[in-house]
């Protein structure tokens, strides 16, 4: 297989990065911020980064859409913290309050958090309602690191 350019999405500043081939991503830069491109941690992101990140980004990206009152999301946060840790940048990983953009997350029907989505170029390839702990979401999401 090939390895080719991949375009990288900044968390920061929603600039559109392509990273040469054979370039490590977890090393990578934005052109215009000079931020971390994978940061290792979940990235908070409004409504327009999000849609940046989900159809421009080369990487399948995991949302976690969650609110601040919400208890099974906090309680599931440490868990997301750690399969960013592990599985970044094989996986991009986003938290979006559902208080703060509730239009995202009438766009994908979201009824109950925590929701996860896996995007990969704007479509949606798998999602999960509920709270998961660590070794739950990292079997579930290790598919998508291909």
């Not at 990487?59 to 913290?81: L, N, Q, T």
């Not at 766009?107 to 949606?124: A, D, Q, T």
Request: charged share 25%; net charge positive.
């Amino acid at each position: 297989m090939v390895d080719t350019d991949k375009h990288i999405v900044c968390p920061e500043c929603g600039g559109t990065n392509r990273v040469a081939a054979g370039k490590p991503l977890a090393m990578a830069k934005c052109g215009k911020c000079h931020a971390d491109l994978f940061a290792g941690h979940p990235a908070s992101v409004d409504a327009a980064i999000f849609d940046r990140q989900i159809t421009r980004s080369d990487v399948p990206v995991v949302v976690d859409f969650w609110a601040d009152w919400c208890g099974p999301c906090h309680a599931m946060a440490p868990s997301f913290e750690a399969a960013a840790r592990e599985l970044e940048p094989k996986l991009r990983f986003l938290k979006l309050d559902t208080e703060a953009e509730p239009q995202v997350a009438a766009r994908y029907n979201i009824r109950g958090i925590p929701n996860l989505i896996v995007f990969k170029h704007g479509k949606v390839l798998a999602q999960r309602a509920g709270a998961m702990d660590a070794r739950s979401l990292k079997a579930w999401l290790t598919p998508f690191a291909g």
